[in-house]
């Protein structure tokens, strides 16, 4: 390393700890050396030379306020989250369950209705006519309680849903509480069986 060289880095670790222990802001040029290399000096060192600004960091530590409000708009977040899951959860249950439920009913309701049609067509003796409306109105009564029986089989299954959607936000939520739930100090547990 020649001359040069030494004292461009040493100025550049100068110019590095000055920016780091300084409160504000450091004068610093950035040259090109003779052989290309980049030289950083407190005094322009060309016609080249560019001024840098170097700044002090700001410091890492937050206020206990700023610490409290950045907990607070995160748990708040965080609950809005849980509570945009659940509806999602919700949203998803009655789509699939109502959706399929809704589909097999619509399937039955197209059955009763043709059923429907039959009847009152006759073009048969009073016997004949009788008997084949006795099995269509057996035919409707049946397709009738299957779609009460699907009714009752979607509003149980949503009901199931529902409980575990809400059983999910419950624990998301009491798991954000203990996640940005305070500190406690040592001495306040060990009274904690005193109280």
Known sequence: MDGKQWWGAALACAAGAFAAAAPAQAQVYKCTGSKGETVYAQQPCGAGAKEVTVRAHRAATRTPGETATHAAVFRSTDLSDAFIAERNCLNAGQSNIQGAAD????????????????????DEDALAAATREAGVRAQVASLEQSISAERRSADT????AQQRCSEQRRD????????????RAPSDTATDGLR
């Open 103 to 122: 589909r097999r009913i619509q399937t039955y309701q197209r059955q009763v209705a043709a059923l429907n049609q039959q009847l009152g067509q006759t």
């Open 157 to 160: 299954s949503l009901a199931t």
């Open 172 to 183: 998301r939520e009491a798991s954000i509480e203990r996640k940005y739930a305070p500190e």
